[in-house]
């Protein structure tokens, strides 16, 4: 596609609901990054991989986060358990080598979680 | 550990003004990226300028430009001649092509209003 493309744009969640969130990279693009923008706040990182490789997990911030990548293109982001402090918008972004210096960055997915 | 410091929550400037919006960083690496992303209500992110650290040229684009003082670790963007469509939240990132993940660190953010 032309962009990076997740869905849904939107989610509302009760609290102990499971929830999963797409990522649809730019076609080619090896690398994909996961991150969590807290109202107010600058995104963080949650997690990062290489084709459907995960290298780096250290950002996610429990065990009830969960990110998958089975065929190096799609993404899907996974929360079990929801919490209301797992609100956030949720980026997702690609690039087409781990060390070209940019990414593309999707609109991400607004949770809310009540 | 490497951080971004945007000490500016909010910043204000009349169309067709000049702005400068700062950013402070700290990082024990002499290689890096540094970036200012523009994030309008749509919440995507969209890349405004960019700055390789072994380069002392500041960079460019149209009516953007950085002031990148790699001793002091500051990297501020201006603005000149702003726009209604310049009104976004601004964030300086970092990366290093060290770390093997390449990811971001993000600063907090300026919300940027610009008035008619």
């Known amino acids: 596609g032309a962009g990076v493309s997740q869905s849904p744009r939107y989610k509302v969640a009760k609290r102990g609901q499971d929830v999963a969130l797409r990522c649809d990279p730019i076609?080619?693009?090896?690398?994909l990054f996961w991150y969590q923008q807290a109202l107010g706040q600058g995104p963080e990182f949650l997690t990062y991989?290489?084709?459907?490789?995960?290298?780096?997990k250290s950002g996610l911030p429990s065990d009830r986060f969960f990110a998958e990548r089975p065929e190096g293109s799609v993404s899907t982001l996974k929360i079990q358990r929801t919490q209301q402090e797992d609100s956030a918008v949720y980026l997702c972004?690609?690039?087409?080598?781990?060390?070209?210096?940019?990414?593309?960055f999707g609109q991400g997915t607004r949770l809310t979680v009540v | 550990a490497q951080t971004v410091t945007q000490s500016q929550p909010e910043m204000s400037v009349q169309e067709a003004e000049t702005v400068t919006l700062s950013c402070t960083y700290d990082?024990?690496?002499?290689?890096?990226?540094l970036f200012w992303y523009k994030q309008p209500p749509s919440r995507q992110m969209i890349l405004v300028i960019r700055q390789e650290a072994y380069k002392q040229q500041n960079a460019t684009e149209n009516r953007f430009s950085v002031n990148f003082q790699k001793a002091a670790k500051s990297f501020s963007l201006k603005i000149s001649d702003s726009q209604l469509g310049d009104a976004a939240m601004y964030f300086c990132?970092?990366?290093?092509?060290?770390?093997?993940?390449?990811?971001?660190?993000f600063g907090t953010g300026t919300r940027l209003k610009v008035l008619a």
């Open positions: 076609s080619g693009h090896v690398s």
């Open positions: 990082t024990s690496e002499s290689d890096y990226y």
């Open positions: 991989f290489q084709n459907e490789a995960q290298l780096d």
């Open positions: 972004a690609s690039s087409f080598a781990g060390d070209t210096p940019e990414a593309f």
């Open positions: 990132a970092y990366r290093s092509p060290l770390s093997g993940t390449y990811k971001y660190i």
